[in-house]
T-cell receptor, first 114, second 113 residues
Framework: QKEVEQNSGPLSVPEGAIASLNCTYSDRGSQSFFWYRQYSGKSPELIMSIYSNGDKEDGRFTAQLNKASQYVSLLIRDSQPSDSATYLCAVGSYSGGGADGLTFGKGTHLIIQP | DAGVTQSPTHLIKTRGQQVTLRCSPKSGHDTVSWYQQALGQGPQFIFQYYEEEERQRGNFPDRFSGHQFPNYSSELNVNALLLGDSALYLC????????????FGPGTRLTVL
């Protein structure tokens, strides 16, 4: 059974600070890693993808992957109130010549305090 | 560039009924995955369709079935609805050859009474 674990929060961060979100996964064969943002009542929106060890930066977002530790993180710099949402970590793999369905964590509820 | 679309937006059914949900993938995408998201939980993978066939299935009973059409659009059917089937049903589209980035539609909120 593939599992993805996240701290459900809420994680409260002051505006302008760095928000740090973490995720661990159980399947060592996982090859693709994603962060989705989900506002209340809306569907998940893909904000970051990462496939190899190290850091990947996109604007205020940085994703970090450590396959040896089976650990993925998301850093949000200069946090804004509009960043308040639930952040879902998702993990994928490949089989039968194609990409598999994703396994999601339960999400971390992030609150940015003005 | 049209994104992923789903219909209907909301649906109310009673126990034992059957429901069909529809999804059109993002332009250029050929793979459709369906997920169920219960309140306060992450999405759970139901199944994935590629080349009009079910390519992979998650841990869901046979009451959940699907179909993919030649234009890559897809349907999710749920028979003999249970109260526990109440959830947000999400469709995600992706490219079969690529990095498995999946893009979600707005979802269908199903309520079973």
């Amino acid at each position: 059974q593939k599992e993805v674990e996240q701290n459900s929060g809420p994680l409260s961060v002051p505006e302008g600070a760095i928000a740090s979100l973490n995720c661990t996964y159980s399947d060592r064969g996982s090859q693709s890693f994603f962060w989705y943002r989900q506002y209340s009542g809306k569907s998940p929106e893909l904000i970051m993808s990462i496939y190899s060890n190290g850091d990947k930066e996109d604007g205020r977002f940085t994703a970090q992957l450590n396959k040896a530790s089976q650990y993925v993180s998301l850093l949000i710099r200069d946090s804004q109130p509009s960043d308040s949402a639930t952040y879902l970590c998702a993990v994928g793999s490949y089989s039968g010549g194609g990409a598999d369905g994703l396994t999601f964590g339960k999400g971390t509820h992030l609150i940015i305090q003005p | 560039d049209a994104g992923v679309t789903q219909s209907p937006t909301h649906l109310i059914k009673t126990r034992g009924q059957q429901v069909t949900l529809r999804c059109s993938p993002k332009s250029g995408h050929d793979t459709v995955s369906w997920y169920q998201q219960a309140l306060g939980q992450g999405p759970q993978f139901i199944f994935q369709y590629y080349e009009e066939e079910e390519r992979q299935r998650g841990n869901f009973p046979d009451r959940f079935s699907g179909h993919q059409f030649p234009n890559y659009s897809s349907e999710l059917n749920v028979n003999a609805l249970l109260l526990g089937d109440s959830a947000l049903y999400l469709c995600a589209s992706s490219l079969s050859r690529g990095y498995n980035e999946q893009f979600f539609g707005p979802g269908t909120r199903l309520t079973v009474l």
